[in-house]
């Protein structure tokens, strides 16, 4: 059976996708058929990771939606992307990059109803152990959607109060939608902060469980989100933490 994993932040700029992508490989690496959706049709950015551009993307998410592709013919194997590191497979279905696109989405919207559609064909297909769904920051319709369909829901979020605030809104959310596994991961936390302090913090704040408190990165920040930083950084303490994000992404 299939793990359908989905990665939400309230607010953008949270470092999801990056979250997403490293989490996603080092599940292809530990020998696991891995799938990523971006379901951010808005502002499309994982395909970013894999050096993918608007040439190289055809079939998409986003043509799916609007009846002019099958949902399999959207996916990409990225799993080259993992180097000689990878015992499984990873698979990227993008959404459309191109800008007439999106302003297309934006202006005249789809039916939500075939993303439930999209994953279940998706997980078949590929016979996947894991789907990972990159979400769009924020709420709407699809989000929802998503998250009642998921077996584990990822919040992302910086300890920031803002983000402290739409965080307990997307809880809230998720609670009432009875989604069976929640876990929230703080990203992006400064080096001076004590990483216990923050976790006891928010663990109490939202009566819920934080699977990892993941520091600021300079080297993290300095690849701009061109590669993938457990594939670039295998024994980076930040690598560790990845690992340990996937482990209870999987349970």
């Not at 998410?61 to 959207?74: N, V």
């Not at 920031?160 to 992006?188: R, W």
Request: no cysteine.
């Amino acid at each position: 059976m299939t793990e359908l994993i989905m990665l939400h932040s309230f607010r953008g700029g949270t470092g999801k996708t990056n979250i997403s992508a490293n989490v996603g490989a080092l599940l292809a690496m530990s020998g696991l058929r891995i799938g990523l959706i971006d379901t951010d049709i808005q502002s499309p950015g994982i395909h970013v990771l894999f050096n993918l551009d608007e040439s190289s993307v055809d079939k998409t998410l986003t043509s799916y939606l609007w009846g002019e592709s099958g949902i399999e013919e959207a996916v990409i194997d990225v799993t080259e992307s993992l180097g000689d590191k990878a015992g499984g497979k990873l698979f990227l279905i993008p959404s459309s990059i191109k800008a007439s696109d999106i302003a297309r989405i934006l202006r005249n919207g789809y039916s939500v109803t075939l993303l439930d559609e999209a994953y279940q064909r998706v997980q078949d297909a590929l016979e996947l152990d894991a789907l990972i769904i990159d979400t769009h920051p924020g709420l709407n319709d699809e989000i929802l959607l998503s998250m009642a369909l998921s077996n584990t829901l990822g919040i992302i979020l910086r300890p920031d109060q803002q983000d402290y605030q739409g965080t307990s809104i997307s809880m809230k959310l998720a609670q009432n939608l009875e989604v069976s596994d929640i876990v929230m991961i703080v990203n992006k936390s400064p080096q001076l902060f004590n990483e216990e302090m923050v976790k006891s913090k928010v663990e109490e704040a939202y009566s819920g469980e934080v699977a990892a408190v993941v520091p600021h990165s300079d080297e993290m920040m300095a690849l701009s989100s061109a590669k993938l930083f457990v594939v670039e950084y295998p024994d980076d303490p930040l690598t560790g933490i990845f690992k340990k994000i996937a482990l209870r992404l999987m349970t």
